[in-house]
């Protein structure tokens, strides 16, 4: 089963941190393993207006006045041509010394970071947008410009660059972790990841699908007549098989049933596992209900720091 590039087109905000650097670096890797089946990298900085603040901290005029004058139109030129340009270029280089061989468009906004991202994504036809995960501490959250994008950018997959990348020099992600639960959804993180594997083939160490059986419901489903157990089995069989018809080597697949809070399991076997990259398919709700993921996905999001983790759109 031949399966098409999943990211062919690749948004990449970025700010200047060490943390973007690190999405620069991953989606350099990531997008030159694809070729020619890479149709398009843009750089994206948004400026939230915050050096207005620092040079006109004593000027006292409304902000409506302040944007039609020269003094801000001079500011900001100015620091788009000695911050922002160089920081984009800067960018470009580091895609390009990674491999990247298609022409890579420079963007330069003014607004709310989040939203400018997802209309962006929505208006260019993005299949994918690669942002850093901000150095915060384990007790926090997502930072909130990545949370609003993922939880509003539904179209795309968004790949949430962790602070562990690059064991492997050829590849940034040897060891997948896949958690499945048989919907439509899980199954896409599924055809990805299959779609990946025919690129990193090379460099790969293990796939791995974990289904967790959720305590919650297992007297229940023994109420239905249906055995969890040989529910699971199923269900991992029929993603495994996904991977075969891929021509992935079975030797590289392991298979994983587990007992418990699902959140809770795959957190602990991305710990014990030392995953490079989590995949999750985005379930099909609306922002009103469970934020788009669920509770799962927005726990392991919140709480899983060190890999980088993938949410693929249905779409």
Do not use: W
Request: aromatic share 4%; proline share 3%; with cysteine.
């Amino acid at each position: 089963m031949k399966l098409q590039c999943p990211i062919p087109k690749i948004l990449l905000p970025i700010d200047g941190s060490e943390h973007s650097k690190r999405a620069l670096q991953f989606a350099g890797c990531l997008g030159a393993s694809f070729g020619k089946g890479l149709s398009g990298i843009t750089l994206l900085h948004v400026m939230a207006g915050s050096y207005l603040s620092r040079h006109l901290a004593n000027i006292d005029f409304r902000a409506e006045i302040l944007k039609q004058s020269e003094v801000f139109k001079r500011i900001k030129e100015d620091h788009i041509e000695k911050n922002i340009k160089p920081l984009l270029d800067e960018g470009e280089k580091i895609l390009k010394d990674s491999g990247i061989e298609v022409k890579i468009e420079k963007l330069i906004l003014d607004g709310d970071a989040a939203h400018e991202i997802v209309r962006i994504a929505q208006e260019g036809k993005f299949s994918t947008i690669i942002m850093a995960r901000s150095g915060v501490s384990e007790t926090r959250v997502l930072g909130s410009v990545a949370n609003k994008v993922i939880h509003t950018a539904s179209r795309q997959t968004i790949y949430i660059v962790g602070q562990k990348i690059f064991e492997d020099k050829k590849c940034p992600i040897p060891k997948i972790l896949i958690p499945v639960d048989g919907s439509q959804y899980s199954m896409k993180g599924v055809e990805h990841v299959a779609c990946l594997s025919g690129e990193f083939k090379s460099s790969l160490s293990r796939i791995t699908l974990l289904r967790v059986i959720n305590l919650a419901f297992f007297e229940e489903r023994i109420r239905e007549g249906i055995e969890p157990e040989d529910e699971a089995q199923r269900i991992l069989n029929e993603a495994k098989t996904v991977f075969l018809e891929a021509g992935v080597s079975e030797g590289l697949i392991t298979t994983k049933s587990k007992i418990g809070k699902p959140a809770d399991e795959i957190l602990k076997e991305a710990e014990e596992g030392n995953y490079n990259l989590i995949v999750m398919g985005r379930r099909g709700r609306s922002a009103l209900k469970d934020l788009l993921l669920g509770g799962v996905s927005t726990t392991i999001l919140n709480r899983c720091q060190q890999p980088t983790i993938a949410i693929v759109s249905s779409e």
